[in-house]
């Protein structure tokens, strides 16, 4: 049996949904996603693909353009669309 790469199948209802609430009007929201590691981070990068992002955190399943966790006290007092940790 293979497995597919999560980002090679369609968006789960889970992703649509976040990406509908991303959509409302702008305030302050969180969202949690949990799960295996691989899972959630495909769910992210479904969701939010057309959104400006910034990843905190290098992992194996996070993207080329994600920053070292250390990097976040210089995104603090910015306005950001989304943050992933």
Known sequence: ?????????PAPPVATNLAALATRPRHRSLRVLAGEQAWCCAQA???????PVVWLG?????????KPV????????????AVVF
């Open 58 to 66: 290098t992992g194996p399943h996070a993207p080329a353009t994600a």
């Open 70 to 81: 250390s990097a976040a006290q210089g995104y603090l007092g910015q306005e950001l669309d």
């Open 1 to 9: 049996m293979g497995h597919d790469s999560p980002l090679s199948q």
């Open 45 to 51: 990068q479904v969701t939010l693909q057309n959104w």
